[in-house]
């Protein structure tokens, strides 16, 4: 198996792709293709699974096994694929709506079980699909058609949340940003256990730029950070900004002012068990620019695997082989 | 009571058990079942759980209850009234008073109908027997408190470990009074208790004081005898409607060659089905106990794409949470197996109590035009065979199907013969296979059934997506052609009505030349089939169809009907399968009798019933 | 076409604008719409959107459409086949072919029909008319692009922003085809554009240009002339169904005096819905966008416990997930509204597609005997009429009610006279009184119709606790009493059964004296109306009645559907209605007539099927 | 209204209490009635909502308006509740299985918008109604009738996921410990916005001891904290072991040892906008006390009342003063 090598190609097929032009998911689905490619398990043993969205279109463009399902069920349907077999590779592809909105329960229980499942949270900050209503990671005071005078509620931040569930591995990437989307895919592919990335991705017809102003190509560098495990957190057109901690918080400097060397930057340590830094790497904004790449990647019990291997356990201890066996042991009697 | 010594002979007898939560009467209870049941008579039980997990000591909402029905053959009920009662305190005999006939033998403890036991159950006499009007009773007032002390005082063990003995010296007795093999019954203590030695000594002895002390004490009074019945020959063992649920879908995984997988969450009465389950690990189950009924049915369906044998069990409430994944199903054509224990609805309702107030539910709870295969389990153990079946018709017929079974079913019990798998048929589940390549899509059909074949991820080559949206027939991309929606809506539905062809038609029992047909369905079986039995033997004609098979109806459902100028549909609803027929069958006339108390028929209201019907209708 | 200048009058006519989803086609269409209207005509309208948001320029798939029907009278669906067609391109041309009437006028844009159009829209030749087999068509062909460009070249306006007022030249066109007020058009476009003047100049002058244009260049032409209708007098506005449907509930909120509130979460065709409530805050309304389809409900029961009006508002998948939450409020018997917006099933199905698939989900998707009102509007504007109602009945019988639309009467639009609130009865809600003290209990009822005294938090003295379990009926506490549960099982039915005295009795239209009675249900009531109608013309006789009260169905039904030999059910589903008739009333023969391709019935399809049967039967 | 005041009896009514005889429940019953009394909120103006499970049987014990609803739905049906009248004082009690399973995502969200809610979910880490399956805060390898090899998956911690989405307002209590339990449930009521309150229970019958650990009254100030804002984080039997930060972690320190006085202990600053700290205090156990008392409380924007002012706000700027001003502002024509 493992001389099989494949290319994106044989990730795509004849299905003309129906979003938007322009709409932000065509780059997450070309990384996601390049990454499955990377990753080298066979389409037949892949299995994407979504909800409904125009995010949740994309397992039809995936040339693997795949599930359209129902609008919020995602994270559930594809724990039952992996636990039902585990020897599949499962993504999850779902949108801010339908992951977070409906789908916010199965979601953070996926994550807490730790099922070995990968999920790419298509974040564009709005109900694509159903035309432009603010989802619940649109920003406080998003004017949409459903909040024609602002919404009076904060979002939800999706590695807060993740690592609220108790998440094991986040990782963050933006649409225009290839390499580190497949980067991060395959990270988490790699990873064992639920890995979530969180794609910002651009709806060009119902919240056009909302990641602008990270995402622009004029100051995206100075803006976000693409972390990597065991390198220090450098930054900056001129990788010339670093972060560091100051007491409990975290701060952006300029290497070679105020005496500041890369001995003094932080080195990312996605490794480390407690997720107190990742949960502030993750939340970083405003003066500190956005995280990008994989910020938390911590190996744990994984449940698919741990199932498995209880029943293992318990068979190799049990005389029942069938069903007969086991309702003869039951307390009987013989009727001659 | 009698004043001399004989056996009388029974044909059958109804007892209960009952006493505080704490008791132990279920054990007792199944402990004498099983014990009659291995002498060869037929058996039928009932438990009566209080309703709150554990009331005050002594407390009328704290009784516990279990009803034996045993008899020489045609026990088909834990029958209506008891014959003998067995109360361990004043709540018991309270809470039973009713329930039991005139004369019937009650065995109570006589240490525990002192002053302050009486006032935990609110009597305001202190003659409990007087104040409930029990006059006609033969009472057997034995100290057995104090009894078991006496008897176990040199254990050494504490007063209130002895005292959980005290369902043993009932259970001795009972075996005194029903001339039950008593080192029978120690065999079953014996391997229920091998773990634990000191109780099993303890529960021994005082298992023999009993059964000493009736023979000693009463020996001038009647005990009686039922006759073994003439059962198949095998190896038997006493089954739950919700363990032979559970079985029934291992059975089918192991006819199948596919894995089981449950997707569940727990909810009265159906969680026994998750728990037995989670437990046969042995047997490679995998269960997932989900964050709700949504996640669980998910699971399953998930479970099901990637080729397992899925099912997910729940009750009413969550059945209605799963309709819309239900639906997904029914749209993507993957195998499942709903099993929904029902219990007394509307919302929360009656979680305790049985009813089939979900029929309709089941049949129409789902969005668009969603037909999906309905069953109905009819008795306890038959649970086992309608799972097998439920699983049977979802694998080869690429359908979600609903099996209904319900509180009643799901906690009662009965004798069982453990069969061999052999006598099952074969489940073949409509596999791809590699000649159907290049031209196989993943709607390509059987011609004969409309059954769409079935490839899962790992099978090479035939990677494909399914999904909730409309589907182009040929190409299985998504469709909104107006004339495909047609056809696919037409095609679903004809898939579901082919099953007609390999399910057994309807059989008519009692009378068949009577003018008049009972009708039932499901859990209400037993009863209506021992009344209907009743009446006829009381010279009326009475004919009698129970169904088992909901959707498709059994081929023959028209033609059997329209053989009867009136048609008595009997469930425990407001009358949902009598409208169900009517509305697939025109020129019926059909007679709604129904019930909805949260309680099962009992078989006298059904003979009254029918009686007074049939006298109007002379 | 005609060479000789003269103005046709005609008494009815269907146009169909089309373009891709960029060229603002409803709004010309609601535009000339509105014009008509104004004009004193009878309209309706439907528009046909693309299944994709975006679909590439020209492509097929981004073809978006509207469908308007002008007429003196009896305009009551927007028509089968179009007269005129406007097709901006090569795919608006080939998407809607097939509905065009032979004969057509089809105004074409020239200047789009060049290879890249033709080849985008999939045309393999470089004449689209002959390839489509279009012989019949009077063709206007028009270089629109060009001449829009040349018109406002010097305005400074960009290409793209000049190309933007393309779709006033063919208004233009039409004003001058159908002897339009263009004046009335400017007038029109000058509030449509009020905040807007730079863009408001360029289509004031394209849309002389294109009236201009029709009027220099085809003088010779046959123009036509719709005579205007006598309708009532007063203030119209253009409604569409979902906004009717929340403008229904505002007027109902302000009638009981009690705060509107709004649970929902977005979904297809129940969106707008959500939509226009949010927007309504200067009228105080409260709506939570909730984070699925159950917190939406279950927000609108919190709210109704704390003394609103509340509701929700879904389509059918929405409805399955709400189907739990219903129960509670059967249970706690609060009133709540559903709306329900019907779409094409099963599971995600069709979701921009109509369909009254629902109807047994609405009836019966609960579990437990769970019984609920059930209404259906069915024309855009009397979505007002009923939301209302529903909002009535649900607050005056404490009870949960499910308003069934769907898709084509949520989108579909027609003039609508802005009633005044006096039109509308005073809604009463059964509030409790400082008089029931001490007495009063949660389920005290009304004698007469069974319906509990309402108390809501706030109000002193009344302070009690309500839920899903089975309740006293007298203390209002848990019961798990046999007797009760079937008492109160009795007593939720009661309260639902009658409601039927106070709904209007089902009134027969077309012939009452005809042996066959067509009978439909909700959205389908224009093409029934109106075929019947033509039958009728046609010296058949055939009756026609429309339920809009399903749950519970009018007093009269039995008595009326028992007066025909023969009952033809039309449904836009395999047969619902016609199941549920079944049910409910014996000895009917009822004929079902069905359609499930995501589309309304067509005038022509059902006078055919009317014309057949008739024929039949003789 | 001010001048009346409330007595623990005024919140009790004749309702028989139906819960096992030892079950910790009734101490949450007892303190939450007193809690009402001290707040002072009149009996009609206070509205208990729960769902199903033991623990959400309360409400029927309570004279208050109440609602025992459906599985689960209890934070969505009480977000409806507040948000259609701000005006009533709204309690939210559940159980873990009803608020964490599958009531995950409207407690999420009724946090994250910030609803001002009295949430108390009662953990007896079990599902007590139903019998004894294991629950989300179940501790992995936990035995119980649906677990009989013990579970494979992580336990929700409920302070975690509260902040994991932006929860404002955490505190935890005790069965055992009516006096915190009082105070915290007061302190909720006053907090404007979401409070959540972890009451840890014991279930007599189906998970006998499972908070013993920490509940016993032999250790319990050993290893618990009961956090005050304002105060330093000083605890034990004796009162001489402190909390200090070390690098990115908390340590506990006895006073006196090591030159370590009280001026070295962290002072608890509930009102901290940054959740960092909180998040770990919600975390600590092991060789960290259990904290309980008041973790977080910070202001916000909340739900409900911003509902009710942005309603105003348009409506102080519309002339539409009824439906019939609205229906004439849209475009209409005369047919006379
Ligand atoms: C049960 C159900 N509820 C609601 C919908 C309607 N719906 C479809 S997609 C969607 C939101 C999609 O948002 P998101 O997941 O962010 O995807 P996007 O379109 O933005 O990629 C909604 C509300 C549905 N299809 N099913
Ligand atoms: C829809 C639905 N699903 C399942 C149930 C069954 N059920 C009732 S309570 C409960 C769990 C209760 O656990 P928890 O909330 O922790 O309460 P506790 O009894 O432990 O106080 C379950 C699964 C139900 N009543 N309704
Ligand atoms: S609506 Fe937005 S998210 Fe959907 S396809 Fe278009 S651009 Fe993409
Ligand atoms: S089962 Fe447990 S939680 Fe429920 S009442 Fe009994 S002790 Fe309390
Ligand atoms: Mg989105
Ligand atoms: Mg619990």
Same mark, same amino acid.
Not at chain 2, 327 to 334: D, F, I
């Given at each position: 198996m493992h001389a099989i090598t494949y290319k994106p190609q044989d990730f795509k097929n004849g299905q003309s792709v129906r979003w938007c032009p322009g709409c932000g998911d065509y780059a997450i689905l070309n990384s996601l293709q390049k990454a499955m490619a990377e990753v080298g398990v066979s389409p037949d043993e892949t299995v994407v699974v979504s909800g409904i969205g125009c995010s949740s279109r994309l397992p039809y463009y995936v040339n693997t096994y795949g599930m359209h399902t129902i609008h919020g069920r995602a994270s559930a349907i594809a724990t039952g694929v992996k636990t039902a077999n585990p020897k599949l590779s499962v993504w999850q592809i779902t949108g801010d709506g339908d992951c977070l909105a409906i789908g916010g329960n199965h979601f953070i229980h996926a994550v807490r079980r730790n099922i070995d499942l990968n999920i790419v949270i298509i974040n564009n900050e709005i109900y694509g699909l159903t035309k432009g209503q603010y989802s619940p990671t649109s920003r406080l005071g998003f004017v949409s058609k459903s909040s024609p005078y602002g919404t009076v509620e904060e979002p939800f931040r999706p590695a807060e949340l993740t690592f609220g569930a108790r998440g094991n591995f986040f990782a963050r990437t933006l649409d225009a940003d290839l390499k580190t989307s497949q980067e991060v895919m395959v990270a988490a592919a790699q990873h064992k256990g639920c890995s979530v990335v969180e794609a910002l991705v651009n709806c060009v017809i119902f919240n056009d730029g909302t990641h602008k102003d990270i995402a622009d190509k004029s100051f995206r560098a100075d803006r976000t950070i693409v972390l990597k495990h065991g390198s220090p957190m450098i930054y900056g057109q001129n990788q010339d900004k670093g972060l560091i901690i100051e007491g409990f918080n975290l701060k952006s400097v300029t290497l070679g002012e105020n005496g500041i060397t890369e001995k003094d930057i932080l080195i990312h340590d996605a490794k480390c068990i407690d997720p107190t830094l990742h949960f502030k790497l993750g939340n970083m904004k405003g003066d500190l620019p956005v995280a990008l790449g994989v910020i938390r990647d911590v190996d744990a019990l994984v449940y698919d695997q741990a199932v498995e291997k209880q029943i293992r356990t318990v068979q190799e201890k049990s005389k029942n082989k069938s069903l007969s066996d086991f309702l003869h042991s039951l307390e009987t009697w013989e009727i001659k | 009571m009698s004043d001399t010594a004989k056996v009388t002979s029974l044909e059958q007898v109804v007892i209960r058990f009952s006493g505080d939560s704490g008791d132990g009467m279920q054990l007792t209870g199944s402990l004498f079942s099983n014990l009659s049941a291995i002498y060869g008579n037929e058996i039928s039980t009932f438990p009566d759980f209080p309703a709150e997990i554990r009331a005050p000591q002594?407390? =009328?909402?704290?009784?516990?209850?279990?009803?034996?029905?045993?008899?020489?053959?045609?026990? *088909?009920?834990?029958?209506?009234?008891?014959?003998?009662?067995?109360?361990?305190? !004043?709540?018991?005999?309270?809470?039973?008073?009713?329930?039991?006939?005139?004369?019937?033998?009650?065995? +109570?403890? @006589?240490?525990?109908?002192?002053?302050? *036991?009486?006032?935990?159950?609110?009597?305001?006499?202190?003659?409990?027997?007087?104040?409930?009007?029990?006059?006609?009773? @033969?009472?057997?007032?034995?100290?057995?408190?104090?009894?078991?002390? #006496?008897?176990?005082?040199?254990?050494?063990? #504490?007063?209130?470990?002895?005292?959980?003995?005290?369902?043993?010296?009932?259970?001795?007795?009972?075996?005194?009074?029903?001339? +039950?093999?008593?080192?029978?019954?120690?065999?079953?203590?014996?391997?229920?208790?091998? %773990?634990? !030695?000191?109780? =099993?000594?303890?529960?021994? %002895?005082?298992?023999?004081?009993?059964?000493?002390?009736?023979?000693?004490? *009463?020996?001038?009074?009647?005990?009686? *005898?039922?006759? !073994?019945?003439?059962? !198949?020959?095998? &190896?038997? &063992?006493?089954?739950?409607?919700?363990?032979?649920?559970?079985?029934?879908?291992?059975?089918?995984?192991?006819?199948?060659?596919?894995?089981?997988?449950?997707?569940?969450?727990?909810? &009265?009465?159906?969680?026994?089905?998750?728990?037995?389950?989670?437990?046969?690990?042995?047997?490679?189950?995998?269960?997932?106990?989900?964050?709700?009924?949504?996640?669980?049915?998910?699971?399953?369906?998930?479970?099901?794409?990637?080729?397992?044998?899925?099912?997910?069990?729940?009750?009413?409430?969550? =059945?209605?949470?799963?309709?819309?994944?239900?639906?997904?199903?029914?749209?993507?054509? =993957?195998?499942?197996?709903?099993?929904?224990?029902?219990?007394?609805?509307?919302?929360?309702?009656?979680?305790? %109590?049985?009813?089939?107030?979900?029929?309709?539910?089941?049949?129409?709870?789902?969005?668009?035009?969603?037909?999906?295969?309905?069953?109905?389990?009819?008795?306890?153990?038959?649970c086992f065979d309608y799972a097998f079946m439920a699983s049977k018709i979802a694998l080869e017929h690429m359908t979600p199907v609903i099996l209904l079974t319900d509180g009643y079913l799901a906690n009662g019990s009965s004798a069982w013969r453990i069969p061999s798998m052999d006598e099952f048929p074969a489940i073949n589940p409509p596999f791809v296979h590699k000649e159907m390549q290049p031209t196989w899509t993943p709607y390509l059909r059987n011609d004969k059934n409309a059954v769409r074949y079935w490839a899962f991820p790992g099978m090479e080559g035939f990677s494909h997506r399914v999904g909730g949206l409309e589907k182009d027939n040929q190409s299985g991309c998504i469709s909104t052609v107006a004339s495909n929606h047609q056809l696919m809506t037409d095609l679903r539905q004809a898939k579901i009505d082919a099953i007609a062809d390999v399910i057994p038609e309807l059989n008519v029992q009692g009378n068949p030349d009577a003018d008049v047909l009972v009708v039932g369905w499901g859990g209400t079986f037993g009863h209506l089939y021992t009344a209907v039995q009743s009446v006829n033997k009381q010279g009326k004609k009475l004919a009698f169809a129970h169904f088992n098979y909901i959707n498709p109806l059994p081929k023959n459902t028209e033609a059997v009907l329209k053989r009867y100028s009136t048609i008595v549909v009997c469930e425990l609803n407001s009358g949902q399968f009598a409208g169900y027929l009517r509305s697939k069958i025109e020129g019926l006339h059909i007679v709604s009798y129904t019930k909805v108390q949260g309680q099962p028929f009992t078989e006298a209201e059904l003979t009254e019933q029918f009686l007074t019907l049939l006298n109007n209708d002379k």
């Amino acid at each position: 198996m493992h001389a099989i090598t494949y290319k994106p190609q044989d990730f795509k097929n004849g299905q003309s792709v129906r979003w938007c032009p322009g709409c932000g998911d065509y780059a997450i689905l070309n990384s996601l293709q390049k990454a499955m490619a990377e990753v080298g398990v066979s389409p037949d043993e892949t299995v994407v699974v979504s909800g409904i969205g125009c995010s949740s279109r994309l397992p039809y463009y995936v040339n693997t096994y795949g599930m359209h399902t129902i609008h919020g069920r995602a994270s559930a349907i594809a724990t039952g694929v992996k636990t039902a077999n585990p020897k599949l590779s499962v993504w999850q592809i779902t949108g801010d709506g339908d992951c977070l909105a409906i789908g916010g329960n199965h979601f953070i229980h996926a994550v807490r079980r730790n099922i070995d499942l990968n999920i790419v949270i298509i974040n564009n900050e709005i109900y694509g699909l159903t035309k432009g209503q603010y989802s619940p990671t649109s920003r406080l005071g998003f004017v949409s058609k459903s909040s024609p005078y602002g919404t009076v509620e904060e979002p939800f931040r999706p590695a807060e949340l993740t690592f609220g569930a108790r998440g094991n591995f986040f990782a963050r990437t933006l649409d225009a940003d290839l390499k580190t989307s497949q980067e991060v895919m395959v990270a988490a592919a790699q990873h064992k256990g639920c890995s979530v990335v969180e794609a910002l991705v651009n709806c060009v017809i119902f919240n056009d730029g909302t990641h602008k102003d990270i995402a622009d190509k004029s100051f995206r560098a100075d803006r976000t950070i693409v972390l990597k495990h065991g390198s220090p957190m450098i930054y900056g057109q001129n990788q010339d900004k670093g972060l560091i901690i100051e007491g409990f918080n975290l701060k952006s400097v300029t290497l070679g002012e105020n005496g500041i060397t890369e001995k003094d930057i932080l080195i990312h340590d996605a490794k480390c068990i407690d997720p107190t830094l990742h949960f502030k790497l993750g939340n970083m904004k405003g003066d500190l620019p956005v995280a990008l790449g994989v910020i938390r990647d911590v190996d744990a019990l994984v449940y698919d695997q741990a199932v498995e291997k209880q029943i293992r356990t318990v068979q190799e201890k049990s005389k029942n082989k069938s069903l007969s066996d086991f309702l003869h042991s039951l307390e009987t009697w013989e009727i001659k | 009571m009698s004043d001399t010594a004989k056996v009388t002979s029974l044909e059958q007898v109804v007892i209960r058990f009952s006493g505080d939560s704490g008791d132990g009467m279920q054990l007792t209870g199944s402990l004498f079942s099983n014990l009659s049941a291995i002498y060869g008579n037929e058996i039928s039980t009932f438990p009566d759980f209080p309703a709150e997990i554990r009331a005050p000591q002594g407390s =009328l909402s704290g009784v516990s209850g279990y009803q034996l029905h045993i008899g020489s053959k045609n026990i *088909h009920t834990p029958g209506d009234l008891a014959d003998v009662l067995i109360a361990m305190n !004043p709540a018991a005999l309270k809470v039973n008073s009713c329930a039991i006939k005139s004369n019937a033998i009650v065995i +109570a403890d @006589q240490d525990s109908f002192d002053k302050n *036991h009486l006032e935990k159950a609110g009597f305001v006499t202190e003659d409990p027997f007087e104040e409930l009007q029990l006059k006609g009773i @033969q009472l057997i007032l034995a100290p057995i408190s104090s009894m078991v002390k #006496d008897s176990l005082a040199e254990t050494g063990m #504490d007063n209130k470990s002895i005292l959980r003995s005290k369902n043993m010296f009932a259970l001795g007795l009972l075996c005194w009074l029903f001339n +039950a093999d008593v080192e029978q019954a120690k065999h079953l203590l014996e391997n229920k208790f091998k %773990k634990k !030695p000191a109780i =099993l000594q303890a529960n021994l %002895k005082v298992l023999q004081d009993g059964f000493n002390y009736g023979h000693n004490t *009463h020996s001038s009074v009647s005990t009686y *005898h039922i006759d !073994p019945t003439d059962l !198949p020959k095998g &190896t038997y &063992t006493d089954v739950k409607g919700n363990q032979a649920t559970a079985w029934g879908l291992i059975a089918a995984s192991e006819k199948s060659g596919l894995p089981l997988f449950l997707g569940s969450y727990p909810i &009265t009465p159906a969680t026994e089905i998750l728990q037995e389950l989670a437990a046969r690990k042995d047997l490679g189950v995998k269960t997932v106990q989900a964050e709700d009924e949504i996640a669980g049915i998910c699971t399953a369906i998930g479970a099901s794409f990637a080729g397992s044998l899925a099912a997910t069990s729940t009750s009413g409430p969550g =059945l209605a949470l799963k309709s819309e994944a239900i639906g997904l199903a029914v749209m993507a054509e =993957l195998p499942l197996v709903v099993v929904n224990v029902q219990r007394g609805g509307p919302s929360t309702g009656l979680p305790t %109590k049985t009813e089939q107030s979900d029929l309709l539910q089941a049949l129409y709870g789902r969005n668009g035009e969603s037909p999906c295969v309905v069953l109905a389990a009819s008795t306890p153990s038959n649970c086992f065979d309608y799972a097998f079946m439920a699983s049977k018709i979802a694998l080869e017929h690429m359908t979600p199907v609903i099996l209904l079974t319900d509180g009643y079913l799901a906690n009662g019990s009965s004798a069982w013969r453990i069969p061999s798998m052999d006598e099952f048929p074969a489940i073949n589940p409509p596999f791809v296979h590699k000649e159907m390549q290049p031209t196989w899509t993943p709607y390509l059909r059987n011609d004969k059934n409309a059954v769409r074949y079935w490839a899962f991820p790992g099978m090479e080559g035939f990677s494909h997506r399914v999904g909730g949206l409309e589907k182009d027939n040929q190409s299985g991309c998504i469709s909104t052609v107006a004339s495909n929606h047609q056809l696919m809506t037409d095609l679903r539905q004809a898939k579901i009505d082919a099953i007609a062809d390999v399910i057994p038609e309807l059989n008519v029992q009692g009378n068949p030349d009577a003018d008049v047909l009972v009708v039932g369905w499901g859990g209400t079986f037993g009863h209506l089939y021992t009344a209907v039995q009743s009446v006829n033997k009381q010279g009326k004609k009475l004919a009698f169809a129970h169904f088992n098979y909901i959707n498709p109806l059994p081929k023959n459902t028209e033609a059997v009907l329209k053989r009867y100028s009136t048609i008595v549909v009997c469930e425990l609803n407001s009358g949902q399968f009598a409208g169900y027929l009517r509305s697939k069958i025109e020129g019926l006339h059909i007679v709604s009798y129904t019930k909805v108390q949260g309680q099962p028929f009992t078989e006298a209201e059904l003979t009254e019933q029918f009686l007074t019907l049939l006298n109007n209708d002379k």
